[in-house]
């Protein structure tokens, strides 16, 4: 057995890595380089020996390569969660016009090829590899409660040894997905880190926080900007501000303005999939409550009514709360309010994820006074937050216990998906294992 890395080992983004056993390879994730990981996107490794590419979640950075790596030849089966291939070309839809400036039809053209090979399969249920050898792996997909459909990918080999991806595991107790579960076996774990380093803020009061925050804002006014992924984080902050609204401690007068078109398709899928969706979600449901669609959530459709409102709200300075794409500020529409409302100091921006090195959204987190925006210096006088309650990633006890839950204890941990840094750090929370530790 054979683990190579091509993206995503010491860093947040990218995620890529290629298993081989025996006759066999597979790809887990095929994702973009962002930030500072500045790597040509081309797909530069061999992939004519590859049988299958497994995804485990449909965040951009776990599969905005797939064009490149279709590019390559590649004309094998994507294996993925049922929910995961619906959101598969609702988010690479974006990033082919952005990447590669591809025009609708030719889009459509490698999305179609992309369906054709799409293979959703269900949780907990093994699925062996083509061709169907007497010593072929075999893979499993269980739920990682990162987003939507997101999965954890266990793999076993020929000798019948596990080896476990964690892709992106979520954090414990949040409501609208449930909890991820350690797996039964992992003789080989390769876990993600990203918050290896910190606990995040208690998720059960994290609707306090935020409510705190737009009391503060709405004080003085001004506009309330929540630069958030189309999946997963833009879903989580509706279904906080709904119960809010619910409870009467945000008035309704106060527009709530969801201003991303990914989002709202994104959105649209997280209802068709109610069954995912934890205990806490589905007894809304039960009270007849819509926390996805609720009637104060005003939604952006075209570009021009989005400048329309940009202008507006710069104008006016009326209060209102927008959550628009992207969430590391990199693009999308959330640019544009950046650009207009950053130099006011009654805004406030919340960043509610996490922030990769060489983003804007680093930058501001980080108190720049200044940025640049298509080429125009923009001051900062906003007030910044930042809420790690709203992160979709495990934290470090959430991590640790992930780890501590697999018995007996994996004989190896690679710590993946984090910054060295930070792999450093949860390496030292995992000394009391009796296993080796790969950073």
Known sequence: MEIIHHGGKHTITGSCH???DTHQAILIDCGLFQG???????VEFDTSHINALVITHAHIDHIGRLPWLLATGFNQPIYCSDATAELIPLMLEDSLKLQLGLKPKQSQRVLNKIRKLLKPQPYNQWIELEPVLADSMAIRFQPAGHILGSAYIEVRLANQEVVVFSGDLGPSNTPLLPDPLPPERADYLLI??????KPHDDIATRSERLKAIIDRSLEDGGTILIPAFSVGRTQELLFDIEQLIHDHQIDISIPIILDSPMAQRVTRSYRRFKQLWGQEAKQRLKMHRHPLAFEQCITVEDYRTHQRLVNRLQSTREAAIV??????CQG????DYLKALLPDERTDVLLAGYQAEGTLGRAIQSGAMAIEIDQQEVEVKAQIHTMSGYSAHADKDDLLRFVQGIAPTPKEVHLIHGEPSTKAKFATQLHSLSCQIFT
Not at 36 to 42: C, F, H, K, S, V
Not at 332 to 335: A, D, T, Y
């Open 323 to 328: 959550v628009a794409a992207s969430g590391m």
């Open 18 to 20: 290629e298993l081989r």
């Open 36 to 42: 500072a990981d500045t790597r040509p996107l081309e």
């Open 332 to 335: 999308g529409r959330i640019m």
């Open 192 to 197: 993600e880190t990203t918050y290896g380093d």
